[in-house]
T-cell receptor, first 113, second 109 residues
C-alpha cells in the first residue's frame, strides 16, 4: 500500500461522538475513495473525489461527510457516530483512467459503542 | 440482484490443485475489471487486471466473457500462501467501481 497513509489505525468511539479519519497519498493520483467493509457485505463506497475540489456520494453516504482538502488529502468525518458505523474503513486512490486499478491504505478499524 | 456476484466459498483445495472462481456482473456497459486478493484483517491488494483477450501472470490466469457477463480467475499449482479472499471489481462507468463479496480460498497441505 505504498503511498496511501490512513490515520488512525484503530479508534473506539461512544455513540454521538465525532471524529475525522484522515487519508493522504503521495502518488499524485487524481481520484480518492472511502470504502467501508463489513462482514457479509463486502466493500461499499461511501464517498469519492474524482479530482481536487470535487466530491460525490457513493452507495452508503448517510452519516458521513468528506473533504478533499487538496490533491493529497481526503478526509472522512463522522459527525455523530452510531453503532451501525462500526466497520473497517479503507481509503483508496486511483490514477483516473477507467482501466487503472485502486490502491488501498491499511485501513482504520472503528468501533462505536 | 447484486451488481457483482461471487460464490463466497470457502473453496478448500489441496496444495498443487487447480482452482477457478467466477464473478458475474449485471451491467453490460462495464468497462474494466480487476481481481484483488485480501488477507485476513488486511487491505485488498491488486492481483491482476482483466483484459478482453485474457491474460496470465505466472500461475494466475484471468478471463473475461462479455457475452455471458462474467470474469474468471484460474489458479494453477495452488500454494498454501494462496489462501486468502479473492475479490472481483468492476468499473461500470467513470469513477464508480463495484466490489463483489469475495470468494474465500483455503489451500491445505
Amino acid at each position: 500500500n505504498a503511498g496511501v497513509t490512513q490515520t488512525p489505525k484503530f479508534q473506539v468511539l461512544k455513540t454521538g461522538q465525532s471524529m475525522t479519519l484522515q487519508c493522504a497519498q503521495d502518488m499524485n493520483h487524481n481520484s480518492m475513495y472511502w470504502y467501508r467493509q463489513d462482514p457479509g457485505m463486502g466493500l461499499r463506497l461511501i464517498y469519492y473525489s474524482a479530482s481536487e475540489g470535487t466530491t460525490d456520494k457513493g452507495e452508503v453516504p448517510n452519516g458521513y461527510n468528506v473533504s478533499r482538502l487538496n490533491k493529497r488529502e481526503f478526509s472522512l468525518r463522522l459527525e455523530s457516530a452510531a453503532p451501525s458505523q462500526t466497520s473497517v474503513y479503507f481509503c483508496a486512490i486511483r490514477f483516473t483512467l477507467t482501466d487503472s486499478p485502486l490502491h488501498f491504505g491499511n485501513g482504520t478499524r472503528l468501533t462505536v459503542t | 440482484r447484486k451488481e457483482v456476484e461471487q460464490d463466497p466459498g470457502p473453496f478448500n483445495v489441496p496444495e498443487g490443485a487447480t482452482v477457478a472462481f467466477n464473478c458475474t456482473y449485471s451491467n453490460s456497459a462495464s468497462q474494466s475489471f480487476f481481481w484483488y486478493r485480501q488477507d485476513c484483517r488486511k487491505e485488498p491488494k491488486l492481483l491482476m487486471s482483466v483484459y478482453s483477450s485474457g491474460n496470465e501472470d505466472g500461475r494466475f490466469t484471468a478471463q473475461l466473457n462479455r457475452a455471458s457477463q462474467y470474469i474468471s480467475l484460474l489458479i494453477r499449482d495452488s500454494k498454501l500462501s494462496d489462501s486468502a479472499t479473492y475479490l472481483c471489481v468492476v468499473n461500470d462507468a467513470g469513477n464508480m467501481l463495484t466490489f463483489g463479496g469475495g470468494t474465500r480460498l483455503m489451500v491445505k497441505p
